[in-house]
Nanobody
Framework: QVPLVESGGGSVQAGGSLNLSCIVSGFADTRACLGWFRQAPGKEREGVAIISRLATTDYLNSVKGRFTISRDNNKKTVSLQMNMLKPEDTAMYYC?????????????????????WGKGTLVTISS
């Protein structure tokens, strides 16, 4: 089991910012593919941002230009800086990890293929 622990969620007004962080403490391999996924009430889970072992990234179209994913292999963390937040960004956000050579493609598979998951952190954006 690989513990992933998210933090940084909260409630902000539209236009505000939040920074989510995930500690991947049980993952000794810094080559892991790391991603952020979200699930809003009544909706299916979707990929938000993903970062490969080489730090290449991909984003959900609706968050491009507003969200930035980054990783710190020394600290074993992956972060998601979220700016210009919108009410439609309201969801439970999950950190996920796996070992794969096709990392970026997993963004579009709603989390299928990600082997390890955190318990989530809630983000609520009010209008």
């Amino acid at each position: 089991q690989v513990p992933l622990v998210e933090s940084g969620g909260g409630s902000v007004q539209a236009g505000g910012s939040l920074n989510l962080s995930c500690i991947v403490s049980g993952f000794a391999d810094t080559r892991a593919c790391l991603g952020w996924f979200r699930q809003a009430p009544g909706k299916e889970r979707e990929g938000v941002a993903i970062i490969s072992r080489l730090a290449t990234t991909d984003y959900l179209n609706s968050v491009k230009g507003r969200f930035t994913i980054s990783r710190d292999n020394n600290k074993k963390t992956v972060s998601l800086q979220m700016n210009m937040l919108k009410p439609e960004d309201t969801a439970m956000y999950y950190c996920a990890a796996t070992m794969t050579n096709t990392c970026l493609s997993l963004l579009w598979k709603a989390g299928a293929g990600m082997d390890y998951w955190g318990k989530g952190t809630l983000v609520t954006i009010s209008s």
